[in-house]
């Protein structure tokens, strides 16, 4: 007669257990992301109230981050297994052989952010010798501020002073104190800045004629050769969430009633 020793049953029911209630929850992520609007903050407010995660067998966590260069730190002190944005500043650590990291998609190729300068800055040329804020050396809004000014054929290093100002709420607090006289500023935010009436928008600078790998998926390439079908399915939840953004604009309503 055959038999099988008590504890190896219970051993058995428990991992069968966990592995039904994991099912059921969906696999745990942390996803990281910095800045406000578009990217992994709107979005994946529109994808958790319609419940896009859950219909893919997810479990996503969004963690903000007050920089890209921070969320760099935590993707590869193992804090977080995706980014949802900051392209640059993530690729930026891959470039100098720091972690082994791998794009996986771009959802933005444009710098969706707006140019906020003090009002009495009407062209860019006014900018020689003025102050710009950034979040912090190295991060998206550093890189993008930089190609920017060498795009307006200023050197970002000998016409302008470059500060490390803080994310989005600091440097809008930083215009319109007048500590600083120009700063990228997400379009969600643009008309915080402009209603105090300190500032005006001097470019809108999606309109550029640039392709830029702005936001977009980056994981660790280890993750990405051991998770590679629980990331097939984590794109597919991206492509299904931005899908819902754009052509149910009462759902994006909703969620944006919720944060008033």
Request: aromatic content about 8%.
């Amino acid at each position: 007669m055959r038999w099988v020793s008590r504890p190896i049953v219970c051993l058995s029911l428990l991992l069968l257990g966990h592995f039904f209630a994991q099912s059921a929850q969906g696999q745990a992520l942390r996803m990281g992301y910095s800045g406000l609007g578009i990217g992994a903050d709107d979005l994946s407010r529109v994808m958790g109230k319609e419940k896009v995660w859950q219909k893919h067998g997810l479990d996503v966590k969004a963690i903000y981050f007050a920089s890209g260069s921070l969320m760099a730190q935590a993707m590869m002190g193992g804090e977080i297994q995706t980014s949802d944005s900051d392209v640059p500043t993530l690729l930026n650590v891959g470039v100098s052989g720091a972690f082994d990291i791998k794009i996986i998609a771009v959802t933005i190729n444009r710098i969706e952010h707006s140019f906020v300068v003090r009002s009495g800055i009407n062209t860019t040329e006014d900018l020689r010798g003025k102050r710009i804020a950034v979040s912090r050396f190295a991060s998206a809004s550093d890189i993008t501020t930089r190609l920017v000014l060498r795009y307006w054929k200023l050197n970002p290093d000998k016409d302008v002073t470059i500060l490390q100002s803080g994310n989005t709420p600091t440097r809008i607090a930083a215009l319109v104190a007048g500590q600083i006289d120009g700063a990228t500023i997400n379009p969600a935010a643009v008309y915080n800045v402009l209603a105090s009436g300190c500032c005006r928008v001097l470019m809108d600078l999606a309109d550029l004629p640039m392709d830029y790998a702005r936001t977009g998926q980056i994981v660790p390439a280890q993750f990405l050769r051991t998770q590679r079908q629980t990331l097939r399915r984590y794109l597919e939840a991206i492509v299904e969430g931005i899908y819902i953004y754009r052509t149910r604009p009462q759902v994006v309503l909703e969620v944006y009633k919720e944060q008033i």
